[in-house]
């Protein structure tokens, strides 16, 4: 892709908008997103349906936030590390943010997926998709899906606006807890060992708790209450 960069209209974060985008990338029915009330409170957990393979946060840009993606002192060697994309789609964080959470959830997706048919039959180095190639494919499926980027209860921004919300995805592979960001150039960032089996999913994970209370001690005051988070989580209905 040459010239200017392409834009999609934002994500909303909205549970049933990456439920629809996610099933028609070839997520089993069932399996959807819901909306995560806490990551912590025993209470609030217990009414998830769990386990949840994936956390989605979505959070307010600022200057701090810019400059920290590039921070490597949490970087260690691994031997299997997450599936990652580049984020090359201006505005597109949400569906990358979807990517990473199907991408290393390979076993929720059925063998019709597109997305499954592509990661299977192209294989890149360290798991880290940021080729030309995988570019086209992603620009493919924003436009294939394009309703969804005008689909929730808010008014859609246009996709040429610069926004100041961002989403990143949390995902487990291998006893290890990553965070995922299109933009960083390293790739994922490890953020530790988990602390619970697999099978119980990643909410109770202090990993993750620790790394959301970072990101929201650290926005502007104005912006304290501009947090949201998702789940892959076995369906509601």
């Not at 909303?12 to 028609?24: C, D, I, L, Q, T």
């Not at 199907?102 to 890149?124: A, F, I």
């Not at 291998?174 to 960001?181: F, H, N, R, S, V």
């Not at 089996?197 to 209450?225: C, F, H, T």
Request: hydrophobic share 35%; aromatic share 10%.
């Amino acid at each position: 892709m040459s010239g200017q960069v392409p834009s999609v209209v934002p994500l909303e974060s909205n549970p049933e908008v990456f439920s629809e985008f996610a099933h028609g990338l070839g997520l089993d029915k069932s399996y959807g997103f819901v909306d995560i009330y806490s990551l912590t409170d025993p209470d609030l957990i217990a009414f998830t349906p769990g386990p949840v393979k994936a956390l989605i946060l979505l959070f307010p840009l600022n200057d701090f936030f810019e400059t920290s993606k590039d921070d490597t002192s949490m970087i260690e060697e691994s031997t299997s590390e997450p599936v990652w994309f580049r984020q090359s789609i201006k505005n597109g964080c949400g569906l990358y943010a979807l990517l990473h959470s199907l991408s290393n959830n390979l076993q929720l997706l059925h063998g019709e997926s597109k997305l499954l048919q592509y990661l299977q039959s192209h294989p890149v180095t360290n798991n880290r998709y940021a080729d030309k190639l995988t570019d086209e494919f992603i620009l493919s499926i924003s436009e294939t899906n394009a309703d969804h980027f005008q689909s929730g209860q808010s008014k859609a921004p246009n996709a040429n606006e610069d926004v100041n919300l961002h989403f990143i995805t949390f995902v487990e592979r291998d006893g290890k807890i990553y965070e995922l960001d299109g933009r960083r150039p390293q790739g994922a960032r490890l953020l530790g060992k988990a602390g619970k089996s697999p099978d119980d999913g990643l909410l109770g994970e202090e990993a993750i708790s620790n790394r959301v209370q970072w990101y929201m001690d650290k926005a502007d005051e104005k912006n304290k209450l501009r947090f949201n988070l998702l789940g892959l989580a076995p369906s509601l209905d």
